[in-house]
């Protein structure tokens, strides 16, 4: 019966590629984000709060159970904010 051939080990001598460091530049013109989403998260709550401490009498008393989805929808748009922010 033939003979196998004898494989050559490789050098145990791995060395991982070197990795530099990346600089994030965080000085962007996204500076506006953070404050307005946080205005229209505390928007959407008090128009909530107000429309529930009021008996339904205010914000828009002619938009009756409405005012929910109003607050909501601010609230809403802060989450739609938030997806800018870096």
Do not use: H
């Not at 145990?12 to 590629?17: A, C, K, L, V």
């Not at 984000?33 to 008393?61: C, D, K, N, R, S």
Request: glycine share 10%; no cysteine; aromatic share 12%.
């Amino acid at each position: 019966m033939p003979k196998s051939r004898i494989r050559k080990k490789k050098d145990d001598t791995y060395t991982p590629p070197s990795r530099q460091a990346t600089k994030i530049d965080m000085s962007g013109g996204r500076r506006w984000v953070a404050p307005v989403m946080l205005a229209l998260f505390a928007i959407g709550l008090a128009w909530i709060v107000l429309y529930y401490i009021t008996q339904t009498e205010m914000p828009v008393e002619s938009l009756g159970a409405w005012n929910i989805l109003v607050g909501f929808g601010f609230i809403g748009a802060g989450f739609v904010v938030s997806t800018q922010w870096k």
